[in-house]
């Protein structure tokens, strides 16, 4: 059983331009979420929200490694992984506020964001829910043969409840074509990891059922495209399923209701420091592939245009009441 290994560099192998598209995706995650927590306190939206600022990087350096056929399931903070995927922003707002001409027609909100023609097979809001559904849509790819891949994210905490054991024992014994990416951010909800789990690295778990399980530094993008790109090319060999648990950290609460007192400010403070946009930022600008002024100049761009769409979702009207009743199992 191998925790933390050697990864492969096809990080390196990344032109200019995608390295800075890269960097355009996780401004574009962090600043939507931003917006979507103004969207909140403006009370423009029912329910709760549950944002990933701080979680960028393993969104957009997982989903650069999937082909357009691949499937994807997410949880109730699955913004990102749907945004990095390109889900467009315009219906993803609109679907957030709950209007019309939104990817579910406004009905699903911010837990439920899905888009066949783009794999998303669903954001979950039910914690694990997500792990058996890629399993399935991991078999179906297999009996098709064709090469495709089923990915799945989940918290840390869904490694304490059955849907995940047996989602994982089920992907081994079949050798399914599944990666398991576990965003662990060191909470599940209100309670630290250790007080709900004996062991620090959870991709041990792996190991019960004889599958790889690798530790990442979830805050560096590229350290993320290359260990879960291993595992990518693992499952589309037929090789199986792999445990791929990134070590990342959300910057804000659990939900918009959430103040996260429960944290201490040093352990807050040590992780913005390791910003992921911040990280990478730096690493272009070392490379000299960026000045700062550009990335000044990307982030403006890119405010202007989620105020723009932001401001127009919220004009949008309601869905027709016709609308509100079709596809709904009764």
């Not at 944290?263 to 946009?277: G, K, S, Y």
């Not at 100049?297 to 401001?311: R, T």
């Amino acid at each position: 059983m191998t925790i933390q290994r050697e990864f492969s560099n096809r990080s390196k192998q990344l032109c200019d331009d995608a390295l800075i598209e890269m960097y355009r995706s996780m401004v574009t995650i962090r600043q939507f979420e931003d917006e979507i927590q103004r969207c909140f306190l403006k009370g423009m939206m029912q329910g709760t929200t549950h944002l990933c600022q701080g979680q960028e990087a393993v969104s957009v350096g997982a989903m650069k490694t999937l082909r357009d056929d691949d499937y994807i399931t997410c949880t109730y903070r699955g913004h990102g992984q749907c945004l990095a995927r390109g889900m467009p922003i315009d219906r993803t707002f609109l679907e957030i506020l709950g209007r019309k001409g939104g990817v579910c027609q406004g009905k699903g909100g911010s837990m439920h964001l899905t888009d066949f023609s783009r794999g998303l097979l669903g954001s979950f809001a039910i914690v694990g829910a997500g792990l058996p559904v890629a399993v399935g849509a991991g078999l179906s790819a297999q009996l098709r043969g064709d090469g495709q891949v089923s990915m799945t994210f989940f918290g840390d905490g869904s490694t304490n409840i059955g849907a995940f054991h047996e989602a994982l024992n089920l992907a081994a014994v079949w050798q399914l074509p599944v990666v398991f990416v576990c965003e662990n951010n060191l909470y599940g909800e209100y309670s630290p990891l250790r007080a709900t789990t004996t062991v620090d690295d959870l991709a041990v778990r792996a190991a019960a059922y004889d599958l790889p399980g690798y530790v990442v530094d979830g805050n560096d993008v590229l350290a993320v495209y290359d260990a879960i790109g291993d595992a990518v090319d693992r499952a589309r060999r037929g090789l199986g399923a792999t445990l791929v648990e990134c070590k990342t950290y959300r910057h804000s609460g659990h939900s918009r209701t959430d103040p996260a007192t429960y944290r201490e400010q040093a352990e807050v403070d040590a992780w913005l420091a390791r910003d992921p946009i911040a990280r990478l930022r730096s690493e272009l600008v070392e490379r000299e592939i960026l000045t700062i002024a550009q990335s000044e100049a990307i982030g403006s761009e890119l405010l202007a245009n989620m105020q723009e769409v932001s401001h127009a979702a919220g004009e949008a009207p309601w869905p027709d009441e016709k609308v509100m009743r079709e596809d709904v199992l009764v």
